[in-house]
């Protein structure tokens, strides 16, 4: 029984915002409380998103890559939130006794995360995974802003097709989800591709060669009513409108695994369970 509590305290982390599972801070961003599925490797790091001690959303960060895996976010209603632009960083990735919250970063020697003068010069925006557009607060907004939840993206894209395609799924979340008290659960990553971020000045970014984005409304009955997966490539091209199982399918190859789930079916949180 001892031992047993050991195990348990250990999970627990204290209260720490780089968690050993997303479950001990922010199991409820998640559709039916599971997480997609967490790659594995010790370069895999589970975020719960914290600013002012709230949790925001979670991120699934690669600390080789430098970039996010997916941040998983629920959709409220859409606000028009300032952009402070005040990026942080994540400091519990460097230094598992730093405090839980994101702070300002510039930089700041980083072995695990990337930071804003890594993107300097570098012709590449840094994309937000949960956008500022759908935040429904300020603190919210704020939260988006920090490097764990960005990746090298191609301006035109960023600024082209894929916003259009972030207002297109709010409007239609809004329209056919929300209006019916329903709640609209998010993810959104991108897939490592084959090159760095400015080489040449030693940045060690990953340039994602795709970008992807996930819906599912659920309702009582703990289903997803209406799910929609969208998939592009790191240039200013619509993404591909596609099935939740079709994405799923385009991810294992990507990302070369055997299975990757985006929602859990209901009783997934109970059948996965680490310690039961
Ligand atoms: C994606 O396709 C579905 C089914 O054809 C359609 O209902 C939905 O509006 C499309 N969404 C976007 C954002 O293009
Ligand atoms: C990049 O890293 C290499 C090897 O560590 C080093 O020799 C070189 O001076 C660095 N270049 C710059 C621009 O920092």
Redesign the pocket.
Known sequence: LVALLHVLLFLSGGSAEVVRDFREKCADIFANGASPTILRGDQYRQICQTLKNKVYYATLYDTNNKIPVYSAYKFNKEMKCERKNIWCIEPQLDDPEKGPNMVPGHSRQSSNQAVSDDYKHSGFDKGHLVPVYMASSQDCSDATFTLTNAAPQNLHFNRGKWRI?EE??AK?LTERCLSKKNTAYIVTGVVPGKHKMNEKRNVTVNVPSHFWTAYCCLDHTKECQ?S?G?IGKNRNFTPE?ITISKLEKRLENLYKVKSFQLFSAKAFFLTNCIIC
Do not use: V
């Open positions: 395609l297109k799924i239609e209406i929609r969208f409108n």
